[in-house]
């Protein structure tokens, strides 16, 4: 659609200009598509641009496979662990790519500081599962024995990802790649039967025949673990007393930031381009500053923890805080010269909004995409020579431009409560040929002449030779940011109470201080 003079893909890096942002997933789309057999990584700015690219992906192409590694939500060297359904999400996908046999389009939407770090050998995820089938035998011992190394927690009631609750002949896992926690069903050994629930309502919702448990953390905790642990340890920092790190890990417990230290746990780290051999690298427009501030961070943040020690007060502030041995960045992030040598080796595909140069090249091309032009502008006051007028009335002028040119329009908006209220308005401007689209598919298979209205959050608008998409956010100027409203805690407090046990004690609202009994 957009590819046609782009027919060569060759090792090393590659320039695509004119893609401006919201045109970043079609492109993404078509190399998949042309690429079926193999992964197309599309690496973007951050975590709320993968939320973006695969809420567009997935509208343009309903049943593309799309797999999504997020980074880390804390700072390089911090002493708090990444949150569980981050982890989640990460070991979902590395477990996925570790077994994945590339048949069909797929696409890995990730971020600069995912794409920068180290990731456990793919045979880690690969061994590390467990499949469990209705009717089959389970062992309650060799269960609690993978729950525990994989990152699982023991808690009451089942409410988040990497969680699982024993509860006699009930065992309800949350597992890291479902929506749902699951419910199993035991007389005896033998599995009755599987489902899926609601973790709010604690309701089921399907049933389910078989489920695959993968870990949900990149962290094992096993008696190889701890002991390659311990001699890394002590190889980097010498013998060491009284730090609660190793302490805890050589006891065979968790402790929150372990993760930082995750090369010394594991039998060789990999990158994540390791995983996927055969793959087409797509870099968003910020790649390289990205990653250039990306790696400047990490160095800042580990010459801060090691000054700490090498400062002249630093035997008295060991001894009035806790100890912080930070491993070396390039244990566990990518070095600049590895990226360069992986952009390289790689189909590389830089994107940029921008038009390449007029001395195109075989490694040089330009889409001719343009960005949209900014209606909601002229609502801003203008001398005589500038622009008047409605900024419908100038959205509905270039309407009749594009088609008159023959290209295909189609306006897109952030909810269906904005398309109804947007294609209203247009139709109050004089724009009569229009229909509200249900697909994408539908969308571009209409009559030319006639405009199309989509649902999808695309911040800007861009315009080819034959197509023209404009946003909500460019017919109206920048989008107004609404407060959600507070919801009520009704839910929570049914969720709660399910956790209280016979003779706690409580606030009765209507009378006071008493004793649970029970419902």
Same mark, same amino acid.
């Given at each position: 659609m957009f590819l046609k003079e782009?027919?060569?893909?060759? &090792?090393?890096?590659t320039s695509l200009g004119g893609v401006p942002k919201s045109m970043e997933p079609l492109i993404v789309l078509e190399l998949a598509e042309k690429n079926p057999e193999k992964i197309v990584v599309f690496v973007t700015l951050d975590d709320a641009a993968i939320s973006e690219a695969v809420e567009a992906i997935s509208y343009f192409s309903p049943g593309i496979n799309i797999l999504t590694l997020p980074a880390w939500d804390c700072v390089?060297?911090?002493r708090v662990s990444p949150r569980s359904d981050i982890l989640g999400k990460r070991v979902a996908a590395l477990s996925t790519l570790s077994m994945a046999k590339v048949t069909e389009p797929t696409v890995l939407v990730t971020s600069n500081n995912a794409f920068l770090q180290r990731v456990p050998n793919r045979e880690l995820f690969y061994k590390n599962s467990l499949k469990i089938s209705t009717g089959s035998d389970l062992s309650l011992e060799t269960?609690? &024995?993978?729950?525990?190394? %994989?990152?699982? @927690?023991?808690?009451?009631? !089942?409410?988040?990802a990497g969680e699982y609750a024993f509860r006699g002949g009930i065992i309800d896992i949350f597992p890291a790649n479902s929506d749902n926690p699951v419910r199993f069903d035991l007389f005896g050994d033998e599995i009755e039967e599987i489902r899926e629930f609601d973790a709010l309502t604690q309701q089921s919702i399907a049933t389910k025949e078989q489920v695959?448990?993968?870990?949900v953390s990149e962290l094992f905790l096993d008696e190889s673990s701890i002991s390659r642990f311990r001699?890394?340890?002590? +190889?980097?920092? =010498? %013998? !060491?007393?009284?730090?609660?790190? $190793?302490?805890?890990? +050589?006891? =065979?417990?968790?402790?929150?930031?372990?993760e930082h230290w995750l090369p010394l746990f594991c039998d060789g780290m990999q990158k994540i381009t390791d995983f996927i051999p055969k793959s087409i690298l797509v870099l968003g427009n910020q790649f390289n500053a990205g990653v250039k501030a990306r790696l400047e961070a990490i160095d800042d943040f580990y010459n801060a923890r090691t000054s700490f020690f090498d400062g002249p007060a630093s035997k008295k502030a060991l001894k009035d805080s806790l100890p912080y041995r930070p491993i070396p960045p390039g244990d566990l992030y990518l070095t600049e010269k590895e990226i360069d040598q992986i952009l390289e080796d790689k189909v590389s595909i830089h994107l940029s909004p921008f038009s390449s140069p007029s001395d195109l090249s075989a490694q040089n091309y330009d889409i001719g995409a343009r960005r949209m032009v900014k209606f909601g502008r002229v609502q801003k006051d203008t001398d005589n020579n500038g622009p008047s007028g409605n900024n419908f009335d100038e959205a509905k002028t270039s309407i009749d431009q594009f088609i008159a040119k023959g290209s295909r329009v189609i306006i897109?908006? $952030?909810?269906?409560?904005?398309? @109804?209220r947007i294609s209203s308005l247009f139709?109050?401007? =004089?724009? &009569?040929?229009?229909?509200?689209? %249900?697909?994408?598919?539908?969308?571009?298979s209409s009559q030319k002449e006639h405009v199309a209205f989509i649902t999808l959050g695309l911040s800007e608008g861009f315009s080819t030779k034959n197509l023209a998409i404009l946003t909500e956010q460019d017919i109206l100027g920048d989008r107004l940011?609404?407060?959600?409203? &507070?919801?009520?805690r009704g839910d929570a407090f049914l969720a709660d109470i399910s956790e209280l046990s016979e003779g706690d004690i409580v606030v009765h609202i209507e009378h006071g201080l008493g004793r649970y009994e029970g419902l």
């Open positions: 782009f027919k060569t893909l060759r &090792k090393g890096q390089p060297y911090d269960l609690s &024995k993978f729950l525990e190394t %994989n990152g699982f @927690n023991r808690t009451g009631t !089942v409410r988040e695959v448990l993968t870990p001699t890394g340890y002590r +190889s980097l920092f =010498g %013998n !060491v007393s009284d730090d609660p790190l $190793y302490e805890s890990i +050589s006891a =065979g417990r968790r402790i929150a930031g372990a897109s908006c $952030y909810s269906s409560g904005s398309t @109804n139709l109050d401007h =004089g724009l &009569k040929a229009q229909f509200i689209a %249900n697909s994408w598919q539908e969308a571009i940011i609404r407060q959600r409203p &507070k919801k009520s």
